[in-house]
């Protein structure tokens, strides 16, 4: 079942803040997430694994709440190369082809 | 970190002919890759998981006639999209993890844009 992110779209101005979240309704095993620019593959932000995690990508983090099933990515001070879609892509415990399943995206615009 | 190489990465055919497209990884030996479709400002969705030496699974609703997949070796998988047609188009990403690393990222092959005219 694929996750749901929120919001779908977000525009910033530059050194604003952010959050995207991701909920399932399945119970996880993990969260990556993923930054797409358009025309480009997604490339890879962090992972996070149940346990309630939090890490961190210069000024890119993220927590994940494993009761709740719900991850957030938090973007602070953002830049204008922040500008992408983002995916959060969930792993469902129990899961054993380490597939993954994606959310629609949230789409941010950082302007200046 | 590791490398995932996709060819081509754009390829325009004529409706009714096949198209191949290549997913190695350059760096490591993959005996599992993930073939994703993305329909424009759409997510990623995932058509099929390719194992080394097996069948490939697929996910409900792939042909898995029309969606030929081959994954001969530790560092190739193939795509192959069989008499195409115009809904075919769309941008199709390949994937591809370490083995025995449980938790770590999935690589990302470039993408391959595909224009059925």
Redesign the interface.
């Known amino acids: 079942q694929q996750p749901v992110q929120s919001p779908q779209a977000v525009i910033l101005r530059e050194g604003e803040d952010a959050v995207i979240n991701c909920s399932s309704s399945k119970a996880l095993y993990s969260v990556h997430w993923y930054r797409q620019k358009h025309g480009e593959a997604p490339v890879f932000l962090m992972i996070l694994l149940k346990g309630g995690e939090q890490k961190g990508h210069e000024k890119i983090s993220a927590s994940f709440n494993e009761k709740k099933q719900q991850s957030s990515l938090y973007l602070t001070a953002s830049q204008l190369s922040y500008s992408g879609t983002y995916f959060c892509g969930t792993r469902s415990s129990g899961a054993g082809s380490y597939q993954l399943t994606f959310g629609k995206g949230t789409k941010l615009s950082v302007i200046p | 970190?590791a490398v995932v190489s996709?060819h081509p990465s754009r390829v325009i055919c004529k409706s009714g002919t096949s198209v191949k497209i290549e997913c190695r990884s350059l760096d490591f030996q993959a005996t599992?890759m993930?073939w994703y479709r993305q329909f424009p400002k759409?997510?990623?969705?995932?058509m099929a998981?390719s194992n080394e030496g097996s069948k490939a699974?697929y996910e409900q609703g792939v042909e898995k006639d029309k969606f030929l997949i081959n994954h001969a070796s530790l560092t190739l998988s193939t795509l192959t999209v069989t008499s195409a047609h115009p809904e075919d188009s769309s941008f199709y990403?390949c994937s591809a993890?370490s083995p025995g690393q449980?938790?770590?990222?999935?690589?990302?092959?470039?993408?391959t844009?595909l224009t059925v005219v």
């Open positions: 970190g996709q599992t993930f759409q997510s990623l969705m995932l998981t699974t990403i993890r449980k938790n770590t990222e999935a690589f990302f092959g470039q993408g844009r």
